[in-house]
């Protein structure tokens, strides 16, 4: 369960969160700061991605084209990174069931 965390979250997401979800990417590691979300759709369904952000049009992307990948949508509004990183492990359990099931394609959290 690997996951891509969008520019508007931390970087420090990915290792902070290391131990629930190794080798999660934020799209700064991968040279993707200000790229347009279609391309980074398209890395993810590449490498086996699922797409965290809070991002509305990732949502809008996900009701559009289906997956993969998959999306997490975070709806907290303002808030810090740590809330990110609590609400993800909460809902580890979750996010692991939403992973396994090939029926879905998006995951809101809040």
Same mark, same amino acid.
């Given at each position: 369960?690997?996951?891509?965390? +969008?520019?508007? &979250?931390?970087?420090?997401? /990915? ?12 799209? @700064? ?30 949502? +809008?992307?996900? &009701?559009?084209?289906?997956? /993969? ?12 990174? @740590? ?28």
């Amino acid at each position: 369960m690997k996951l891509l965390f +969008d520019e508007n &979250l931390s970087p420090k997401l /990915p290792s902070r969160l290391s131990d629930r979800f190794p080798n999660s990417l934020h799209v @700064r590691d991968i040279g993707m700061k200000a790229t347009i979300d279609s391309i980074v759709w398209d890395y993810a369904k590449d490498n086996n991605l699922m797409i965290v952000s809070k991002d509305a049009d990732m949502h +809008d992307l996900s &009701l559009v084209l289906g997956k /993969p990948p998959k999306v997490i949508w975070l709806r907290l509004g303002n808030c810090s990174t @740590r809330q990110v990183e609590n609400l993800l492990r909460r809902e580890f359990n979750a996010i692991r069931l939403f992973y396994e099931d090939e029926s879905l394609s998006l995951l809101a959290l809040s």
